[in-house]
């Protein structure tokens, strides 16, 4: 089994930055697919980074650029650094575990987090 523990949410202002952080245990870290996702109320859960065992990343053509996902092998933890957030950021975030390939849907994550709330004022 796998447990997830999401920390780093807040309230930020436009244009801000947040890194959150969500450590993994109780399975090798390095066998793990891991991936940060989000949602916001009325739309599906929606992949914002990925990153597979072997190092390879994803991120969706909407993020823009501005988050980047890091795995500190030795700590077992999986970071997202978000940048120049705006208000259609405000979702709860999840971290996810994946015992397989990379992948962008979410449905194929068997471990989940309970999720850290992220809100981007104007």
């Known amino acids: 089994q796998v447990q997830l523990v999401e920390s780093g949410g807040g309230l930020v202002q436009a244009g801000g930055s947040l890194r959150l952080s969500c450590a993994a245990s109780?399975?090798?870290?390095?066998?793990?697919?891991m991936g940060w996702f989000r949602q916001i109320p009325g739309k599906e859960r929606e992949l914002v980074a990925a990153s597979s065992w072997n190092g390879a990343t994803y991120y969706p053509d909407s993020m823009n650029g501005r988050f980047t996902i890091f795995r500190d092998e030795n700590k077992n933890i999986v970071d997202l650094q978000m940048n120049n957030l705006q208000p259609e950021d405000t979702a709860l975030y999840y971290c996810g575990a994946h015992i397989g390939a990379l992948s962008i849907n979410p449905s194929v994550y068997e471990y989940w987090g309970q999720g850290t709330q992220v809100t981007v004022s104007s």
């Open positions: 109780g399975r090798s870290y390095n066998s793990l697919a």
